[in-house]
């Protein structure tokens, strides 16, 4: 056991934060609802470390000689005090101005603005360390080791900028008929001279025939239909896709000195810009029979001109696919196609009874399905295993249906090359005998829910009152394949159920020294990996007293209460071994936490 102290050296992070902002508005006198406004914004945050790492000695016992025999650890190389220094600086800045109208005349109503925003964000980050420290009273850059190979540094910079040109106009008579149009014109420095700027049109119109005089209606007491279309842009991308990137990735001996060489690492596209997704929703708003609402929204999106790779239909033989077995030397371009539709549904109740009982409840639902439109695929890929017509993020993978329990098995089943007992059976999907990339089958779904859903319930009585908030998913999948062996942990369901010559009944495959390239891991990715996500899980759950009484007065309180509360307290899913939201294909997670509360609640 060795305590933390200060021998091993020091680490400083001071952290300094700016935010401010100026903001200023005026009713011009000469029209009336007309008025200016906007604002300044600066957020400044800055990091500073240096960590100062020194040697210092531990003691092991020696049983045989009965002594403690002293080990030098920490440090840097060589067991000398290293020191490394590091400043980051972060600044954004937003730049605000509108000129609004807001007027009501003779049941009209308007709400128009046009505007004008900047904001630049620009950080820098400064490295330096040097090692083989000869003392460690002196922990400054200057005072380290003297070789060329002692000292090093290192920097970066970040430049980002979007300009956009804002306008809106929302009107509505008598909050009968509602519409409401949008516009705006975005800029992102993301983008190439030529492609910079996109244009994004929205417009919504509503109709509450519940205003309506001849709508007469015991059932319904609000009724609103509306429908909107709107197109989003995504700027959210890497900077300077725009330009051939070339790295420092080599060095080169030329008339006998040492130059640095550059590598071509990605092809640039001159025609990059704004990602598209057009949105068309319809949805009616009810309250009917004094305690029920209810939202029905039916949407679909169209996500068009998507960043996407085409590499997996040029040929290798091009040499700009994957020349470094890394990222592909060619360009993103904006092919990809993505569409969703689906429904949203939202129903509520509440209600008072007799003797101060009060209570709510709602629930949502939420169905929607993804559909790839476009994505490059390589020539000839069978019908089956194409992402294209599947829905987002599924998975392409081996049919285990089975274990190989005895050599007949193995015998009697087509497996593949290295397979041994123990390890999965796969199916022969296309019946030619032999197991091949051709037997993998695209899945039903991926880790992305087609399903969400939640209900939310309070009540009270008297001075007692208790909340619940449940959530969950369903037509989810996870693939999740942990390590094993000696590289890392994997659960305890698989250890203790895994196939053995003394376990051949074992529901898990064989454990291998690493399980990402084992044969029935992932070195041939299957379903056995495969769960079902689904889940229900009550998120919170409230329980509270609130005091009354002459008492408090006298204690100068004006409120008190009592509560206890649960985060996470259950969750029914067949996933036994990982959160079911979760989503790293290893496990590396960190589980939810079951929290238990006890407070109190007092104002004075």
């Known amino acids: ?82 020191l490394d220094e590091e400043h980051f600086n972060e600044s954004m800045k937003v730049a605000n101005i509108k000129l609004n109208f807001d007027r009501s005349f003779g049941g009209h109503n308007i709400d128009a603005f046009v505007g004008y925003e900047r904001s630049e964000t620009n950080s820098h980050t400064f490295g330096a360390s040097r090692i083989h420290y000869p003392t460690t009273q002196t922990p400054e850059l200057s005072q380290g080791g003297a070789a060329a190979t002692d000292s090093d540094n290192y920097g970066s910079s970040y430049n980002f900028t979007r300009e956009s040109f804002l306008s809106r106009i929302a009107y509505n008579y008598q909050e009968k008929y509602m519409a409401e149009v949008q516009m705006r014109i975005d800029g992102s420095s993301n983008f190439p001279k030529g492609e910079r700027f996109g244009v994004f049109p929205s417009i919504s119109v509503g109709y509450r025939i519940s205003e ?45 000195q040492l130059v640095s060489g550059l590598d071509l690492i990605k092809l640039g596209n001159p025609n990059i810009t704004w990602e598209v997704a057009n949105k068309t929703d319809a949805g009616i708003n009810v309250k009917w029979l004094d305690h029920f609402t209810t939202e029905i929204i039916s949407f679909y999106q169209d996500r068009t001109r998507i960043l996407i ?22 360009p993103s371009e904006n092919i990809g196609k993505v569409t969703s539709q689906g429904i949203e549904l939202t129903m509520g109740y509440r209600n008072s009874l007799e003797r101060e009982f009060r209570f709510g409840i709602q629930g949502n639902f939420t169905y929607a ?20 017509g599947s829905p987002l993020n599924t998975y392409l993978l081996y049919n285990a249906i089975g274990i190989f329990r005895t050599q007949d098995d193995l015998n009697n089943y087509p497996h593949v090359p290295g397979a041994q007992l123990g390890d999965l059976i796969y199916e022969d999907i296309n019946g030619d005998g032999e197991i091949t990339a051709d037997d993998m089958l695209r899945t039903k779904y991926g880790n992305i829910p087609q399903m969400t859903f939640g209900l939310v319930f309070d009540a009270s009585w008297k001075n007692f009152d208790v909340s619940a ?136």
């Not at 790779?309 to 033989?317: K, Q």
């Not at 399905?369 to 294209?388: C, H, N, R, W």
Request: proline share 5%.
């Open 309 to 330: 790779a085409r590499n997996a239909s040029i040929p290798g033989s091009t040499g700009i696919v994957n020349p470094y077995d890394a990222d592909p030397l060619v």
């Open 1 to 82: 056991i060795i305590m933390a102290q200060s021998m091993a050296g020091t680490d400083k992070q001071p952290t300094y934060v700016f935010n401010g902002i100026l903001t200023a508005s005026y009713d011009l006198p000469f029209l009336e609802g007309l008025s200016v406004d906007g604002f300044f914004s600066v957020d400044e945050f800055s990091k500073r470390r240096k960590l100062f790492s020194t040697p210092y000695t531990l003691y092991n016992y020696n049983g045989g000689t009965d002594t403690y025999d002293p080990v030098v650890a920490g440090g840097g190389p060589d067991q000398q005090a290293s």
């Open 469 to 604: 908030v449940f959530s969950g998913q369903a037509q989810v999948s996870q693939y999740v394949l942990p390590e094993s062996g000696t590289v890392g942990n994997y659960y305890s369901s698989w250890a203790d159920n895994r196939w053995s010559p003394n376990n051949p009944n074992g529901s898990y495959p064989r454990v291998s020294e690493r399980s990402s390239s084992a044969v029935s891991g992932g070195l041939y990715r299957n379903n056995f990996w495969l769960n079902n996500a689904a889940f229900l899980r009550l998120k919170n759950l409230q329980i509270g007293y609130t005091f009354t009484g002459d008492w408090m007065k006298k204690m100068s309180l004006s409120n008190a209460r009592v509560y206890a509360s649960g985060f996470n307290l259950f969750t029914i899913t067949e996933v036994e071994d990982y959160d079911p939201e979760g989503s790293n294909e290893s496990g590396h997670f960190y589980p939810q936490q079951r929290i238990i509360n006890l407070g109190l609640n007092i104002e004075f």
């Open 369 to 388: 399905k993804s559909k790839i439109g476009f994505i490059d695929e390589a020539p000839g890929v069978l019908e089956y295993q194409k992402q294209t």
């Open 212 to 256: 309506e005089p001849w709508f007469e209606s015991s059932f319904f007491d609000d009724l609103k239909i509306r429908t909107s279309y709107g197109k989003l842009g995504n700027d959210n991308i890497g900077q300077f896709q725009y330009y051939d990137n070339y790295s420092f990735n080599n060095s080169y001996i030329l008339d006998g």
